[in-house]
Every structure is written in C-alpha cells, then in structure tokens.
C-alpha cells in the first residue's frame, strides 16, 4: 500500500537552511507527481511546490520561489524539499502528497498525504 | 495566488445536510474541472474526498458529492454523522500550472 513518511523538520533559526526528506513505499516515484503542502499552526492548507512524475518540471508557489528547490532520488524512492533563506512566516507542518492516477483517481488531485513533519522558525 | 474563499464555519444537525462553497475565479476554479476536496480531523493528515470537481475515490462514502457553478464549486455533505465534523478544504490546480486551497471550512455536527 501507498506509504509516505516525511523527516527532517525541526528548529532553524530565521535565515537557515533545512532538507525534509519524504519515504515513498508502495509506488514508483516515477510514476507519479509529487507535491508539499504546508500548514502553519492553526492554519489552512497552502499548496507550497510540486514536481512531475518525470522529473523534469517542478512548480513553485511565489511565497517560496527562489528559496525553496524540489527534489528528488529515484535511487532510494524518496522526495526531498530544500529550503534556504527560512522565515518566520514558514513555520508550518509540512506534508508530502503523492498525485492520484491520470487514470483512475486523477492526477490533479493529492490523494496520498503523509504525516507531516514540523518546522519551526525562530530565534 | 490568493486562496480560494471558502465560508469559515457551517454546522448541521445529525442527519442533515449541509453544502460547503468554495470560490475562485475563471484561472483556478472556473477554467478546470479539477477541484479537489480534502477532510481533515484535528492533528491529523488531510483525506482525499472528492476529484475532479464531483468524482468519489474509492472508499469514500457516497454522502459526500461535489458540483460546480461558474467560478463557485460546492461539497454537500447529506445524512451528517458525528464523525464528519472536522476541517474541510476545496484545492483547485491552476492555469500558472500551480494548485491553491481554500481558506478551510469547520464543519460542527
């Protein structure tokens, strides 16, 4: 079954760097896309970036372009999110999503979600 | 990318049925068939309810249905359960090739 684990998170101080990582079990990064999606303490979901199932296209939402890079290792299965430059405003938990099937449940939705790991930025 | 606008809070009685709105514009909500519908309970992950503006994955209980008018789409929610109060959230992609949630909804049975 489809089984995503999120790491990483943790304490940075405004201006530091973090690498969350995303455990992908039961499917092949390969074949589907790939999203984050964070949420601040007492706060709604925002759509944060999001990779295709090939690789070679990722997204951005404007509050993290420029800071934040998608990744991922085909090697070990997993998704990564690089974030430089950290702020205040990007305290959140941050949940990797994996796409539903193009055909089947729709590739446009997220329809696997981990657990989320936390991320605090303070000093 | 401004968040999609959903109404903070609707509440129902068990049994009822209740229709939560979520609105964007003609470049997210209006321009695809690909809104999406999340539920989530305090401190957990969000689910994956509807897709594809009214479509149910599998699993989902058939209470749950989704419609679109114009910029505006829609999630009822027909014979309320104690455990459908939770979080709900409406998710479009959009024609920057990006995706953008709703503010949320909090649903009280």
């Known amino acids: 079954q489809v089984q995503l684990v999120e790491s990483g998170g943790g304490v940075v101080q405004p201006g530091g760097s973090l690498r969350l990582s995303c455990a992908a079990s039961?499917?092949?990064?390969?074949?589907?896309?790939m999203h984050w999606v964070r949420q601040a303490p007492g706060k709604g979901l925002e759509w944060v970036t999001f990779?295709?199932?090939?690789?070679?296209?990722?997204y951005y939402a404007d509050s993290v372009k420029g800071r934040f890079a998608i990744s991922r290792d085909i090697s070990t299965n997993t998704l990564y999110v690089e974030m430089n430059n950290l702020r205040t405003e990007d305290t959140a938990v941050y949940y990797c999503?994996?796409?539903?099937?193009?055909?089947?449940?729709?590739?446009?939705?997220?329809?696997?979600w981990g657990q989320g790991t936390l991320v605090t930025v303070s000093s | 990318q401004s968040a999609l606008t959903q109404p903070a809070s609707v509440s129902g009685s068990p049994g009822q049925s209740i229709t939560i709105s979520c609105t964007g514009t003609?470049?997210?909500?209006?321009?695809?068939?690909?809104v999406s519908w999340y539920q989530q309970h305090p401190g957990k992950a969000p689910k994956f309810m509807i897709y594809?503006?009214?479509k149910r994955p599998s699993g989902v209980s058939d209470r749950f249905s989704g419609s679109k008018s114009g910029n505006t789409a829609s999630l009822t929610i027909s014979g309320l359960q104690a455990e459908d109060e939770a979080d709900y959230y409406c998710?479009?992609?959009?024609?920057?090739?990006?995706?953008?949630f709703g503010g949320g909804t909090k649903l009280t049975v």
């Open positions: 990779i295709r199932y090939d690789g070679n296209k990722e």
């Open positions: 594809d503006v009214s």
């Open positions: 999503a994996r796409t539903g099937s193009c055909s089947g449940d729709s590739c446009y939705s997220l329809a696997y």
């Open positions: 039961g499917f092949t990064l390969t074949n589907f896309g």
């Open positions: 998710s479009s992609y959009t024609s920057r090739s990006t995706w953008v």
């Open positions: 003609s470049s997210d909500v209006g321009g695809y068939n690909y």
